[in-house]
């Protein structure tokens, strides 16, 4: 494996369910590499300018996701220049589309493997998620079992996050990808 962001690719791609802890172990992931962070969530809502759950309520499910391929090729591709070599959050449900997917191939993907128990407990499924709504432990854990054959197909590094604290697992996905000692 190529160092991080070396040919100007991503060092990182972060994928995972909804409170795996991609957009708290992404920024200490950064600092760790010395490179950027861009969360492909915070670009949806800057194009949009409106919050995440806003686009679903008011434009639905299928414009939040054409944002986000948009945002996922935006972050990939260097998000606008601005992040080369860098870490990319991705959205939980950004892998299910087939470009995306594609898009990914070959790249560093690292899957933050996370059980039930403790999304359940991260997520405390009072946030506003909108594809949690209605029955939020039963969706969630439909949601894992749609999306997890996704993240296990796609991911090249896969870090379990149970009980462990963000710091910590950015120090093992820093060592994975860099191939020094933590």
Partial sequence: MT?????????????GPPGAGKSTVGPLLAA??????ADTDDRVEAVAGKPVSDIFID??????????REAVAWAVSGAGG???GGVIGLGGGAVLDPGTQQLLAGRPVVYLATGFAALAKRVGLDRPRPLL???PRAMLRTLLEQ??????????ITVSTDDRAPDEIAADVAAQI????R
Avoid: C, H, M, W
């Fill in 3 to 15: 160092g991080p962001g070396e040919n100007g690719g991503p060092a990182a791609i972060l994928i």
């Fill in 32 to 37: 760790r590499l010395g490179v950027g962070f």
């Fill in 59 to 68: 434009d639905g499910e299928q414009a939040f996701r054409a944002l986000e």
């Fill in 82 to 84: 601005q992040l080369p």
């Fill in 133 to 135: 709504a209605g029955n």
């Fill in 147 to 156: 999306r997890l054959p996704v993240y296990e197909k796609l991911a090249s």
């Fill in 178 to 181: 860099t191939g020094s000692p």
